[in-house]
Each structure stands twice: as structure tokens, then as C-alpha cells.
């Protein structure tokens, strides 16, 4: 990112080809998008990179400071839409039941069942830190908070999940 923030532009190529899938997906669990938005706000957010690459820090974590660029224009593009992003819902994806044993077949209904009834503040460090494989300090960066707030949320949401997980509803 120090070539970029230089102002060698194709040295952001690479980055794009590492961040563009985590952060599409990113983008599609946020929810209410459907796939083609969701690649649009993805090219947004390189966009953003670009035209922003100046407040970039050495030293900072490129990951961090993408995903804020990606939360953001997610915000910004639901209040457009007239939708409040903090109450859009994730789907996760579903995976053929063929695939999986009963076992699997239960925690496949349902943990995403009990991860969509977490609040939103809740899911999006479980998200971020479960599926984006995230560091606490990432997270809030990210989030725009301290990294505390963070490990407090996420120690209520296992609480939540936990009893979500037990108390929903089974196949």
C-alpha cells in the first residue's frame, strides 16, 4: 500500500486481487444487497482506496482500513436506499445437505439461524472476527471503537450465541 499511497497506482492490482473476495462477502453478509450492488460498492470501495490513499498510514493495517472503507460505503449507500444498515440482516450461505452428516446438518441450521437473532453490533465483530479471521485491534479499527469494546462484545455474543445456538429451533 506504500506504493499506492505514493501514487504507483498499478501497485494496487494485487491488492485488489487479495481483498476483493473477503470483502465482496463482506459486503453480501451485511445483507439487504443483492450480488451485483454488493460488486458495485466493492469497486466503490477501490475507488475510495484511490481517492483516499493519501490518509493512509505506514504502519497501519491495510485490512482495517479497507474494511472501514467497506463498512462505510455500505452505510452510506443504505441511507441512500432509505434503510437503516445497522437493522439489515445477514444470510449466510447454505450448503448442500447431501454434503453433511445429521451432525452437521443440525449446526448448519442452526448457528446461522442463532447468529442472525445476535444484534447487529454483536454479529458484526463475530462476523469480522470468526469469518474475516480479524484481530480484536482490527476490529476496532474498524468498527471506530477501542479494542476493549471489542473483547466485551465479543464475550456477549458467545453468551447470546450460545444460548441462540441451544434455544433455536432444530430440523
Avoid at 506504493?3 to 481483498?19: I, K
Avoid at 445483507?31 to 481517492?51: N, P, S
Avoid at 493519501?54 to 472501514?68: E, H, K, L, N, Y
Wanted: aromatic share 8%.
Amino acid at each position: 500500500m506504500q506504493h499506492v499511497a505514493a501514487g504507483q497506482l498499478q501497485q494496487l492490482a494485487p491488492l485488489y486481487e487479495r481483498y476483493k473476495g473477503p470483502i465482496l462477502g463482506f459486503l453480501l453478509n451485511r445483507g439487504a444487497l443483492d450480488r451485483a450492488t454488493a460488486e458495485d460498492l466493492l469497486h466503490g470501495v477501490f475507488e475510495r482506496v484511490i481517492t483516499y490513499r493519501t490518509s493512509w498510514r505506514a504502519g497501519q493495517s491495510f485490512r482495517s482500513w479497507v474494511f472501514t472503507i467497506a463498512r462505510n460505503l455500505h452505510h452510506d449507500h443504505c441511507r441512500a436506499m432509505g434503510r437503516n444498515p445497522v437493522c439489515a440482516t445477514s444470510e449466510l450461505p447454505d450448503l448442500p445437505p447431501e454434503q453433511l452428516d445429521d451432525q452437521l446438518t443440525d449446526y448448519r441450521h442452526t448457528l446461522p439461524t442463532a447468529i442472525r437473532k445476535l444484534p447487529d453490533n454483536y454479529r458484526m465483530v463475530v462476523e469480522l472476527a470468526w469469518q474475516r479471521n480479524m484481530k480484536y485491534a482490527e476490529i476496532a479499527h474498524v468498527l471506530g471503537t477501542t479494542e476493549a469494546n471489542v473483547k466485551v462484545r465479543m464475550h456477549r455474543a458467545c453468551k447470546r450465541l450460545r444460548a441462540n445456538y441451544h434455544n433455536a429451533d432444530k430440523p
